[in-house]
């Protein structure tokens, strides 16, 4: 199975720029695709931005332009670079990696979420 650690949240003034950070460790087969949800009080999870293996990305329509996803499979990592933040951003952020496991099984795994806080 694949673990998942999160890093890099904080509190951030309306405009300012933070960066995610989310460190895989354990085995898989194949890795199809990691990405970042977030989590508002009194809101469902929502995707906000995905990168499959042959690095195509995916972003939720209000963070377009403002938010960028990147993954380095050498160090099995995968960040969230967060521009010009807006309070409506504010969020636990968790890092989500999907794949195959070594046992050919389908997984999700999930990191224990990281707390994205902006100030008006």
């Known amino acids: 199975q694949v673990q998942l650690v999160e890093s890099g949240g904080g509190l951030v003034q309306a405009g300012g720029s933070l960066r995610l950070s989310c460190a895989a460790s354990?085995?898989?087969?194949?890795?199809?695709?990691m990405g970042w949800y977030r989590q508002a009080p009194g809101k469902q999870r929502e995707l906000v931005a995905s990168?499959?293996?042959?690095?195509?990305?995916n972003y939720l329509d209000s963070v377009k332009g403002r938010f960028t996803i990147s993954r380095d499979n050498a160090k099995n990592m995968v960040y969230l670079q967060m521009n010009s933040l807006k309070p409506e951003d504010t969020a636990v952020y968790y890092c989500?990696?999907?794949?195959?496991?070594?046992?050919?099984?389908?997984?999700?795994?999930w990191g224990q979420g990281t707390q994205v806080t902006v100030s008006s």
């Open positions: 989500n990696v999907r794949g195959l496991s070594s046992r050919l099984v389908d997984f999700t795994s």
């Open positions: 354990g085995s898989a087969f194949r890795i199809n695709a």
């Open positions: 990168i499959i293996s042959n690095a195509m990305t």
